[in-house]
């Protein structure tokens, strides 16, 4: 349960199901490597209509290993949108390809089709093999057109849906889930105590590409393999039966592995999950409300949903026009903290950070749709415990520090 006298803009909400869930993963002969793993891939991979789930040890890793299952590496080119964490490009790095910005819609914080189509163009030696796009604050990409685009060039697209367990969107008069589409090939999912369910730390890649998913378990487990050897010579004993002690590292892998304490939480928390995104669809909700009756002149906004999707609100994100209203965000963010209310920024444009900017010699002005956005963005609290007094307390709270922006401050005496 949330400090009554400070509110944060994310928290965990654990049960005491969850704790038993744990405690008998404790007492159980398996800490990690046991039956909790598989059984919580399964239960995912049936509630997102996925054909495989693979469990891994958190989100970050998940888009390494979806890059390194593509064989992704130098002189290939990815795209990705510069409204995301630094995970979402970090994983290009990491196997050795570059990262390309397309810009994003500044209403939705989306990536925007039009830019990637403009990338793609350009791409005349087709180096461009993959696109990430992410779905921001929990509201699907649009990636019937993104994948669209990628199959016309050839490329793969992993959407980074770290924010959109239990979102999804229609195309052609069907719905589908995020992570079980045919509009994507590697579907990344966190499960960060702030997320809609969480496994303390923790991650999963959906697919429905069967061989996509043994690469992703190879590289999840040191690229060690049981099976399918390729020197059959040490495998198997003179009588013609596989040595028992025997395994092969066929590849250069990472212990990614999730605990099965880990999964144990995370099959527990599943198990309510629609009741949760309904609590933040809720919650969403009385924002919206409140913000027209606080706000009538439309100066404080929530971000454009599509028609044509399930939003699956893992953040609730307000644009403000600081400087229009002549306050800076940093004194919003403090005075709404001296008040209880905890905010936060999502995010700084990726392509801004120092690391970025020396290797990509991006600079403030190339991407006009994530800068403007970002200089106007504020999320609020959103968490299934909160109530409909805390909900009212913050746009209160909101509403009079942005009245009182022009009183001049008070002098200590």
Same mark, same amino acid.
Request: charged share 15%.
């Given at each position: 349960m949330a400090d009554e006298s400070f509110l944060p803009y994310g928290q965990q909400h654990i049960t005491d199901d969850d704790i038993q869930s744990v405690v008998e993963a404790l007492r159980s002969d398996w800490l990690t490597q046991g039956p909790a793993v598989p059984a919580f891939e399964h239960a995912l991979a049936d509630y997102a209509d996925a054909e495989e789930c693979v469990a891994v040890g958190n989100g970050t890793a998940a888009l390494h290993l979806a890059m390194l299952a593509l064989g992704l590496g130098p002189g290939d080119v990815v795209i990705t949108t510069p409204n995301t964490f630094v995970a979402t490009a970090n994983c290009v790095r990491m196997v050795g390809a570059e990262v390309r910005f397309a810009d994003i819609d500044p209403a939705t914080g989306l990536i925007d089709p039009n830019s990637i189509a403009r990338l793609l163009e350009r791409d005349h030696d087709h180096a461009i093999k993959a696109i990430i796009p992410v779905h921001f604050a929990g509201q699907p990409a649009d990636l019937p057109a993104i994948y669209q685009l990628a199959d016309r060039h050839g490329a793969w697209v992993v959407d980074d849906a770290?924010?959109?367990?239990?979102?999804?969107?229609?195309?052609?008069?069907?719905?589908?889930?995020?992570?079980?589409?045919?509009?994507?090939?590697?579907?990344?999912?966190?499960?960060?105590?702030?997320?809609?369910?969480?496994?303390? %730390?923790?991650?999963?890649?959906?697919?429905?590409?069967?061989?996509?998913? %043994?690469?992703?378990?190879?590289?999840?487990?040191?690229?060690i393999s049981r099976q399918g050897f390729v020197c059959p010579e040490l495998a198997v004993s003179a009588d013609g039966v596989t040595n028992p002690w025997y395994y092969e590292m066929q590849e250069l892998g990472h212990n990614y592995r999730l605990t099965d304490l880990q999964a144990a939480l995370g099959r527990s928390q599943l198990t309510r999950l629609p009741q949760i995104i309904e609590r933040r669809r809720e919650i969403a909700a009385a924002y919206a409300g409140l913000l027209q009756r606080q706000f009538p002149d439309g100066d404080i906004r929530p971000l454009a949903t599509g028609r044509q999707v399930s939003h699956a609100y893992h953040l609730y994100v307000v644009r403000i026009p600081f400087e229009r209203l002549g306050i800076s965000r940093a004194t919003v963010m403090n005075r709404l903290r001296a008040r209880g209310v905890g905010t936060q920024v999502h995010y700084i444009p990726v392509h801004l950070h120092p690391y970025y900017r020396r290797l990509c010699g991006t600079k403030p002005g190339d991407f006009p749709g994530a800068e403007a956005y970002y200089a106007e963005t504020l999320t609020l609290p959103l968490f299934p415990e909160l109530t409909g007094v805390d909900i009212e307390r913050v746009m209160a709270e909101l509403a009079s520090v942005l009245s009182a922006r022009k009183q001049p401050a008070a002098v200590a005496r």
């Open positions: 770290c924010h959109a367990l239990g979102a999804a969107y229609q195309h052609d008069g069907a719905w589908y889930r995020v992570g079980g589409n045919p509009h994507s090939d590697l579907t990344v999912l966190s499960f960060h105590p702030v997320k809609h369910i969480t496994t303390g %730390e923790g991650g999963a890649i959906l697919t429905h590409h069967p061989d996509l998913a %043994e690469r992703l378990r190879l590289f999840r487990n040191h690229g």
